[in-house]
């Protein structure tokens, strides 16, 4: 390959034939080129970006005839090319949940971030042969199911953009506006939408840094994400009669699954764990006690995702504690009530081979739809009507909202409460601000007694 900036322009002509072409012609270092398009808008726009090359300065390769940045957008990989080999790179890195949000991302960025190319597949089908074959690793992958699902991959990989495309911020802003909408339309929360949009960030920062765009596109995008501002909605946290008698109606649900998950559930509420901390609770991590309070230990978790994402190929992977070193556990004082619950569940149900409190009949970990089936039901035995169409405890984890709601109401220092649940202070009382009752009415209190003795 040689390169010249000795280029010379002719203006399109139409070629005599039945279906009308129409070419375009130009010279480099003396060598004719020719382009023919079926269309004369066609022809022009190509004409047009050719001259504003050269007036840019680029230089034109001899063989070719192409510029210097039509020739890289020709040879540059495209953005599923790279969206599957950035995959393949973090895989080994991240956890079975950050590979689905991973993956999840690069769906709806991938089908933004298309030509118009004609005979686009059904976005249900483009997405479903992106998670299942596309991006995963090469031994998880799947071939395409039939032939719609191979035709899908086929135009995928024809209308895939040129990474080089990047480089113009307006395909940045169409992936961010996928981003921000739901599958079914509706506007994403904004805790989804900048999780994604990190994901897109870093993708993207990766591709920088492998000089495939010259900068990071969002940089220049004028769409700052919303900030985000979770906070526990004290609507969900139940009192602790309330949480008993969920407690209670658990039991009540099918012959034996509600018994063998009541004590995982009050493990949420008296202890204030994940429901994947209690999933991999152990006897050896329990003191349990015949009078006061004792004490559990979590040191493993069992997060659930799609089994297509875990190293264990089950629903599970066995985990270390979220946020913290792979052997390091958090140990958490339990209240004699909890204590008695344990010890019976114990006695009744024995342990796992593993010595897992919380099992199935068959030894496996309960997924969680079952376990929250369960809770759904014991829903309805124990709160009024009212109250289950209310967001009151509508999820399992919102026991684990009461305890910390609780603690920290009853005056305990935001310091042991964040070490009992595993948190840092000031995301604690972030997420927890809704939730502390009749701290205005202290501070009040405190002040004038300040001021009537100054």
Known sequence: MSRSYKVKFWKTRRTPSKKPSYQVRWVVEGEAQCSTFGMSEQAENFLSELRQAARHGEWFDTDTGLPESMLKARNSRTWLQFARAYVNRRWPHQAAKSREGTI???VAVTLALTT?????????LLRQVLRQHVFLPEDRQSEPDG???AAALRWLEAASLPMTELNEARHARVALEALAVCLDGEAAANSTFRRKRMVFHH???????LGEVSTNPLDRVKWKPPKSNYVVDRRVVVNPQQARALLDAVICVGRTRGRMLSAMFACMYFGGLRPAE?????KRDCVLPFEGWGQITPTKTRPQSNSRYTNSGRSYDVRGLKHREEKEDRPVPIPPELVAILREHIATFGVGDDG??????TGGTFSGSAYAKVWQEARKLALTPEQVDSPLAGRPYDLRHAAVSLWLNAGVHAPEVAARAGHSVDVLLKIYAKCIDGQREVANQRIEEALDGS
């Open 116 to 124: 118009d190319q004609k005979g686009r597949p059904d976005d249900e």
């Open 104 to 106: 999840e991302t690069l």
């Open 356 to 361: 897992r409190l919380f099992r199935t009949r």
């Open 203 to 209: 993708a993207l920062e990766y591709a920088f840094e």
């Open 278 to 282: 209690a999933q991999g609770l152990r």
């Open 147 to 149: 032939r719609a699902a």
